[in-house]
C-alpha cells in the first residue's frame, strides 16, 4: 500500500485526525509521508485548514491542498459559489500519483462522506480512489447511527469496486454508551471489513510525542500500530 484514500461516513467523523495518526506513524518509522487534501472547503485564505492540523499533530509530512473554497459546503457547492474552478478526479489522482513518486505513503483526505460531490458531472471522491486503484479506509464515529452509515459506504465502495482495507473510529468517547460498546463488534461486520483503530476523543489536543504514542497504541498493526480490537472490546462489554 503506498496510496491510501480516507473517506468518512459523514463530515466531523475525524478524518484529519486520523490521518494524521496515520501519517505520524509512518513517518516515525521512517517513511516519507504526503497527505493530499484535494479540496479544502469552509475556511478563507491563509487560515488553517485539515493540512495545519496534521502537520501540527504529525510532524514532518509534506502536504498538498488544491483547491479551497470559503463556504463550509460540498467542494462541488463551494466551488460554484465562489466561482472557482473544481477538483476533477484526474486532477487529483495526478496530484497524489505525483507525491507518490517522490514518497513511501501518500495519504488522500476527502471532503466529508464518500458521495460528497466534488463538482457539478457528479464526480466525489470515490472516483480519486478509482483513477488510483487505491484502497479506502472509512472513518466512522462510535455512537447510534454509525452502524446504518457505515453499512450504506461500505455498499457504495462494493458497488464501485473498491476495497475497503477496513473502518477506524475518529472519537471514542471517554464514558461510552451501551450503542457505543456494541457498535464494537458491530461495526466490522456492517463494513465488511476489519476494525483497524479506535481514536480515542482528547487525541487532536496532545502535544506531537503524546499523539505519536497514542496513534501507535490506536492503530493496528497493519499501520505499524499495536491496537487489538479484541483487546480494546474487552473491557466494553456490550
Ligand atoms: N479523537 C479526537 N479527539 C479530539 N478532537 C477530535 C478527535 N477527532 C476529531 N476531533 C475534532 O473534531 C473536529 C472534526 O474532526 P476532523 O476535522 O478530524 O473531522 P473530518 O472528518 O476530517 O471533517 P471534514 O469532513 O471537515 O474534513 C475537529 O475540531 C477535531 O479537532
Ligand atoms: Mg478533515
Known amino acids: 500500500m503506498s496510496v491510501l484514500v480516507i473517506t468518512g461516513t459523514g463530515t466531523d467523523v475525524g478524518k484529519t485526525v486520523v490521518v494524521a495518526a496515520l501519517a505520524a506513524l509512518a513517518a516515525a518509522d521512517g517513511r516519507r509521508v504526503a497527505v493530499l487534501k484535494p479540496a479544502q472547503t469552509g475556511i478563507a485564505p491563509g487560515e488553517p485548514g485539515d493540512l495545519a492540523e496534521v502537520t501540527r499533530l504529525a510532524g ?24 472557482q474552478p473544481t477538483v476533477h478526479p484526474s486532477e487529483a489522482a495526478a496530484a497524489a500519483s505525483a ?3 517522490t514518497h513511501d505513503l501518500v495519504l ?79 461495526l466490522p461486520e456492517v463494513a465488511g471489513a476489519p476494525l483497524l483503530g479506535v481514536l480515542p476523543d482528547g487525541a487532536a489536543a496532545l502535544a506531537r510525542p503524546d499523539f505519536l504514542d497514542l496513534a501507535r497504541s490506536s492503530l493496528s498493526p497493519w499501520f505499524g500500530g499495536t491496537f487489538d480490537p479484541e483487546k480494546f472490546a474487552a473491557p466494553h462489554a456490550c
Do not use: M
Not at 169 to 180: K, S
Open 99 to 101: 507525491l507518490n513518486e
Open 108 to 186: 488522500v483526505e476527502g471532503a466529508g462522506g464518500l458521495l460528497v460531490r466534488f463538482d457539478d458531472e457528479g464526480t466525489t471522491i470515490a472516483d480519486t480512489a478509482w483513477a488510483l486503484n487505491a484502497p479506502v479506509l472509512v472513518v466512522a464515529h462510535a455512537s447510534l447511527g454509525t452502524l446504518n452509515t457505515t453499512a450504506l459506504t461500505a455498499e457504495a465502495l462494493l458497488r464501485r469496486g473498491l476495497e475497503s482495507v477496513g473502518v477506524v473510529i475518529g472519537r471514542w468517547p471517554a464514558d461510552p454508551d451501551l450503542a457505543a460498546r456494541c457498535n464494537l463488534q458491530d
Open 60 to 83: 514532518n509530512v509534506t502536504t498538498k491542498e488544491l483547491r479551497r473554497y470559503p463556504d463550509p459546503l460540498a467542494p462541488a457547492t463551494a466551488a460554484r459559489r465562489a466561482g
